[in-house]
């Protein structure tokens, strides 16, 4: 209660100043419940790591309020100077999304870095999380900070962090930080007093809008009308109260697609997020009005972004109503048709560009988590593959990247400007994609089916723990080290690695240590097993390859792999001690 009044004298926020008070003076008078709250917001300051900062709104320093962005960015600013050590003025730039709040951390931040003597960049709108990524690289900034909590529930906010310039090399310039950059960043943020933190009332720039508008010229050079001419396809667009409404659907119409239509309830920023439970596109529901929507227009696709656009997902028309594709199935799209379209463009260049192309050839990477299809797709086409640690931090730092993706809906198709996943341009290719299937009476489905007949079909599913005690997470960890399983639905386990120790798991390049457990069957199938990193779950990520003889084999494969999918699963309850 010292330090909840010490806070509340500090605080500039006269909404979490008036939220702490009302809690002081409840605690004061037994009620229990207030305590907990306080309890709750003074446990400790919040952990920043390589996903930066994220939590609940409110007051204390176990959530995201005015005091914690300024301490966060006093300490960013302390690192960039000892990183320059005099020789250089660093330079910053800063986003932020139209969650609650996500402006006032901006501005604050922005006074904070130009007290500190970083030039200073804001971005001038409320815009998505990939125009900040790219703004990194292109003002060749030495850091970027994008106020967002991403697909988090409302009342969440975040603080994520990007280096780039000078204070990174070249294969994480541009990338959100990594270890141990974090707990360089962190160590100056705990010396930091967040009541004491200078604040410069000007100094900064505030960017032209032209920044945003260099975005979208950039997502739409991507597409290739002259490789996949046709754009005759109907598309249902959600933004899910975010911010990447507006720059998807320009995308769009300025790569050519016309019949473009917002879901209306949907279309304009609210930080609320009122007609989803969770503004994620992974979520139950989360799609159900953009589904009724595309019903309506006779759509062909639905493009979902999430609420800070860097993700996508995917809906497309199938047997009289619309099949939703998981984010592995989408990543293997987006894979294959950026292999389509490098052999296209050897195919139509000059005999001696073809036998001499000017560009490198394709590298494609997923992280460890997400499904193997796409290492069988390059691994065809003799292209190289990699697989990462989860997290795109890790998955754009590979070497000569072309396209990367993690399962999480997140897709990386334009690494050279944006080192992060990237939903509007992942949008963009995926309606070229569309478009092409549907111009010789085909679907993403039927495309999808084509990898199934040439490379197994590759079914994934994710089993979640949640639990409230995160020690519960160790202890289920523990518990798999000490008794790990000898089979799944019936096949032996024939490689079992122990990621934390960082011991090398067959056919993979080396892998830093993380928390993980790792196995494969004889019949071929993948079960990992990680606590998440951002919410209290053990996560278990799940994969079975069933081989399909022809199209018409495809259905029976999916059944014989999903029924696999539902005995692993029983088997991890089983082991995990859960009710079934």
């Not at 969440?156 to 707990?183: C, F, H, M, W």
């Not at 993403?444 to 490379?455: G, I, N, Q, T």
């Not at 798991?505 to 998440?532: D, M």
Request: glycine share 8%; proline share 7%.
């Amino acid at each position: 209660m010292r330090a909840a009044r010490v806070w509340a004298d500090a605080d500039p926020d006269p909404r979490t100043r008036a939220e702490l008070l009302a809690d002081l003076a409840a605690t004061t008078a037994g009620d229990e419940a207030a305590r907990e709250r306080l309890a709750g917001a003074f446990a400790g300051p919040l952990t920043f790591g390589t996903a930066g900062l994220r939590a609940a709104l409110g007051p204390g320093p176990n959530r995201m309020n005015r005091l914690v962005v300024r301490q966060a960015a006093a300490g960013l600013a302390r690192y960039l100077l000892d990183v320059a050590d005099g020789a250089w003025t660093p330079r910053a730039v800063i986003g932020f999304d139209a969650r609650h709040n996500s402006a006032v951390f901006a501005a604050d931040s922005a006074a904070v870095l130009t007290a500190a003597g970083i030039e200073t960049l804001l971005l001038p709108a409320a815009l998505p999380t990939p125009v900040l990524a790219r703004a990194v690289r292109r003002l060749d900034a030495d850091a970027g900070v994008m106020v967002t909590a991403s697909h988090n529930p409302p009342q969440d906010n975040g603080y994520k962090v990007y280096l780039g310039g000078r204070a990174s090399d070249e294969t994480g310039r541009g990338a959100q930080i990594v270890s141990p950059v974090d707990a360089a960043i962190a160590e100056r943020i705990r010396a930091v007093d967040p009541a004491t933190v200078p604040m410069a009332d000007d100094g900064w720039t505030v960017l032209a809008p032209a920044i945003a508008d260099e975005y979208r010229a950039g997502v739409v050079a991507l597409s290739r009308p002259e490789l996949f001419p046709p754009r005759a396809v109907t598309i249902t667009l959600t933004p899910l109260h975010g911010v990447g409404g507006d720059l998807m659907r320009a995308v769009l119409s300025d790569a050519g697609f016309g019949a473009v239509h917002l879901v209306p309830e949907q279309a304009a920023p609210d930080p609320d997020f009122p007609t989803v439970a969770f503004p994620n596109p992974e979520e139950p529901g989360a799609l159900d009005l953009a589904l009724a929507a595309a019903r309506e227009q006779g759509a062909d696709l639905v493009i979902a972004n999430d609420p800070d656009a860097d993700r996508v997902a995917l809906a497309v028309a199938h047997e009289g109503d619309y099949r939703v594709l998981t984010g592995d199935e989408t990543g293997a799209l987006l894979g294959a048709h950026l292999l389509d379209r490098w052999q296209r463009e050897r195919a139509a260049a000059a005999p001696a560009a073809r036998s001499n192309p000017a560009g490198p050839a394709p590298v494609f990477a997923n992280s460890i988590v997400s499904s193997r299809l796409l290492s069988r797709i390059a691994e065809a086409a003799g292209i190289e593959h990699r697989v990462t640690l989860t997290g795109f931090k890790w998955i754009t730092r590979t070497p000569g990247l072309t396209f990367g993706y993690e399962e999480a809906l997140g897709y990386c198709v334009d690494p050279a400007a944006v080192r992060d996943k990237d939903g509007i341009s992942a949008g963009l290719l995926a309606a070229e994609l569309a478009a092409d299937a549907k111009a010789d009476g085909r679907t993403l489905v039927d495309v999808l089916e084509d990898l199934s007949v040439r490379h197994g079909v590759h079914r994934t599913r994710q089993l979640s723990v949640r639990v409230t005690d995160l020690g519960l997470l160790d202890a289920m960890m523990g518990r798999l080290r000490q008794t790990g399983p000898t089979a799944f639905d019936g096949s032996a386990v024939v490689v079992a690695v122990d990621l934390a120790a960082g011991e090398a798991v067959p056919g993979l390049a080396p892998l830093p240590p993380t928390e993980g457990l790792y196995w494969v069957t004889e019949a071929g199938n993948r079960v990992i097993v990680r606590p998440s990193g951002t919410e209290p779950k053990l996560k278990c990520y799940l994969e079975v390859v069933v081989p399909a003889a022809s199209r018409t084999d495809v259905a029976a494969a999916t059944a014989r792999a999903e029924a696999s999918l539902d005995a692993i699963v029983a088997d991890l309850q089983a082991l995990l001690e859960l009710p079934s």
